[in-house]
């Protein structure tokens, strides 16, 4: 391997390590921004005829109402954002459909968790609970829906987890170079000892271990921890302690570039990177 190379891989790894660490302190901003103005539809399965061999998923459903109006809905939670004519701009909310099945009669239905609750001419005294839908789409063909089932999602990580993960960066960041061997054994000590005390739920002695390893970084940061790193392992290692109820420790240098990452940093955050 040529010495260009071999500078060249280490320049690689050392921006994967920093990247993989900054996942939890840098990207938290965009990830909340993406997460509050998504918007959760539900999902249909759409089977032409109730033959769902050759079924579509899809946000929407072009539903005939009760008049013969062609309209469009898609779900949010368990209720309905209506459209006339598929416009958008001129929706409304609310928690009942009425639409024309099959034979075109005419029926409401709401939303309970996967299924459908259906009334025959919205008298919901007699009304009874189905996974699918048969209705007219706008040309007043027949067709069968149900919900796609939501899964529920996988459980965040626990504060012990998220410690481990700071275990393998720092191995990561001195598998690089970027951390002496003897620097990397001292963080990870503090944070195995916090491992420790999270297993046998001592919280305050984990958070005080956290503000341990928080001090050694502090100590290192400019000389053998670049201070990029430093920063980014000193937000990590607060997010968790303020998880714990601790409050991280102040001082050190790089104190206000630290802080500063902290205050982007979220425990929610963290954990849903880590999935």
């Not at 109730?50 to 898609?74: C, L, M, P």
């Not at 341990?212 to 970084?217: I, S």
């Not at 502090?218 to 000389?223: C, F, L, T, V």
Request: overall charge neutral; some cysteine; charged content about 20%.
């Amino acid at each position: 391997m040529k010495e260009g190379d071999g500078r060249m891989n280490n320049i690689a790894g050392r921006g994967r390590s920093l990247v993989n660490l900054m996942l939890a302190v840098c990207a938290v901003g965009v990830l909340a921004a993406n997460v509050a103005s998504a918007q959760d539809y539900r999902i249909f399965i759409h089977a032409p005829g109730g033959d769902f061999s050759r079924s579509h998923e899809d946000v929407i459903i072009n539903y005939q109402t009760w008049g013969g109006a062609q309209w469009t809905a898609k779900i949010v939670g368990e209720k309905f954002i209506h459209a006339p004519g598929g416009d958008f701009s001129r929706s409304h909310e609310d928690v009942i459909i009425n639409y024309q099945t099959w034979g075109g009669a005419q029926w409401t239905a709401k939303i309970v968790g996967d299924k459908f609750l259906h009334a025959p001419g919205g008298d919901f005294s007699r009304s009874h609970e189905d996974v699918i839908i048969n209705y007219q789409v706008w040309g007043g063909a027949p067709w069968t829906a149900k919900l796609k089932a939501i899964q529920p999602p996988p459980p965040p990580p626990t504060p012990a987890e998220i410690a481990a993960g700071m275990v393998e960066t720092v191995a990561e960041l001195a598998n690089n170079g970027e951390l002496s061997g003897g620097t990397a054994n001292a963080l990870t000590a503090s944070l195995e000892a916090a491992i420790a005390s999270l297993a046998t739920e001592d919280t305050k002695t984990a958070a005080n271990q956290l503000n341990a390893f928080v001090n050694k970084v502090r100590a290192q940061s400019g000389k053998k921890v670049d201070a990029a790193t430093a920063d980014a392992l000193v937000a990590s290692a607060g997010a968790l302690i303020e998880e714990l109820g601790g409050t991280i420790k102040e001082g050190g240098k790089g104190k206000g570039r630290a802080k500063a990452a902290a205050q982007t940093t979220s425990w929610g955050a963290i954990k849903s990177l880590a999935k």
